[in-house]
């Protein structure tokens, strides 16, 4: 029953974390909206901050989660990395929570948010970081740093994805295959 319990308190507090955003959420509202005492929230966690940590925590394990689904054993190093960095940018831009996150860091700059945001992207970095590690050790791509690769892969394909779309025409998905192999795989010189 006490894992019910702070499974509402879960989805009450992500519910309201989306519509009001971090700063204006409280542990009042979280516990009307999980029909709970606001004591029985204490019970679960110590405060607002941990709470927020552990949706953020599933967010992250959601997010590998759908990364990892996406992505076949037959796939070629490339392939994975395309689906799964498709995943990561549609998650971050499509999930109604960080949605709100981003919102409410730009206006607001809320260091909670920020943090969360950062854990966000630097998960996401770790997981990139563990696939190029394992591509180098398959011998699918050259030897390279690994982190610095994976935050590389993360910003061109943002880019692509959401920055290019902000002042020019929306990339095909195949346009941004073709321009993220040519940058990352391919190179400029001649």
Same mark, same amino acid.
């Given at each position: 029953?006490?894992?019910? =319990?702070? #499974?509402?308190?879960?989805?009450?507090?992500?519910?309201?974390?989306?519509?009001?955003?971090?700063?204006?959420?409280?542990?009042? #509202?979280?516990?009307?909206?999980?029909?709970?005492?606001?004591?029985?929230?204490?019970?679960?966690?110590?405060?607002?901050?941990? @709470?927020?940590?552990?949706?953020? *925590? *599933? +967010?992250?394990?959601?997010?590998?989660?759908?990364?990892?689904?996406?992505?076949?054993?037959?796939?070629?190093?490339?392939?994975?990395?395309?689906?799964?960095?498709?995943?990561?940018?549609?998650?971050?831009?499509?999930?109604?929570? %960080?949605? =709100?996150?981003?919102?409410?860091?730009?206006?607001?700059?809320?260091?909670?948010?920020?943090?969360?945001?950062?854990?966000?992207? *630097?998960?996401?970095?770790?997981?990139?970081?563990?696939?190029?590690?394992?591509?180098?050790?398959?011998?699918?791509?050259?030897?390279?740093? $690994?982190?610095?690769?994976? &935050?590389?892969? &993360?910003?061109?394909?943002?880019? @692509?994805?959401?920055?290019?779309?902000?002042?020019?025409?929306? &990339?095909? $998905? #195949?346009?941004? %295959?073709?321009?993220?192999?040519?940058?990352? +795989?391919?190179? &400029?010189?001649?």
């Amino acid at each position: 029953m006490s894992n019910v =319990k702070k #499974q509402f308190i879960l989805e009450a507090a992500t519910k309201s974390f989306t519509i009001f955003g971090y700063k204006a959420t409280t542990m009042s #509202q979280i516990a009307k909206q999980a029909n709970v005492g606001k004591g029985t929230i204490y019970t679960f966690f110590k405060n607002k901050e941990e @709470l927020f940590d552990e949706i953020i *925590n *599933n +967010l992250i394990i959601e997010m590998k989660y759908l990364a990892e689904e996406s992505i076949r054993d037959e796939d070629s190093f490339i392939e994975k990395a395309h689906k799964g960095l498709e995943v990561f940018i549609a998650f971050h831009s499509e999930h109604d929570l %960080t949605i =709100k996150l981003i919102q409410e860091q730009k206006e607001i700059g809320t260091t909670a948010v920020h943090d969360a945001l950062k854990r966000l992207n *630097n998960s996401i970095i770790i997981y990139i970081k563990k696939k190029i590690e394992e591509a180098i050790q398959k011998n699918e791509i050259v030897a390279c740093d $690994p982190e610095m690769t994976a &935050l590389i892969m &993360l910003r061109l394909y943002t880019t @692509l994805k959401i920055e290019w779309e902000r002042e020019h025409e929306a &990339l095909s $998905p #195949q346009k941004i %295959t073709e321009l993220f192999n040519f940058y990352i +795989l391919n190179g &400029l010189s001649k």
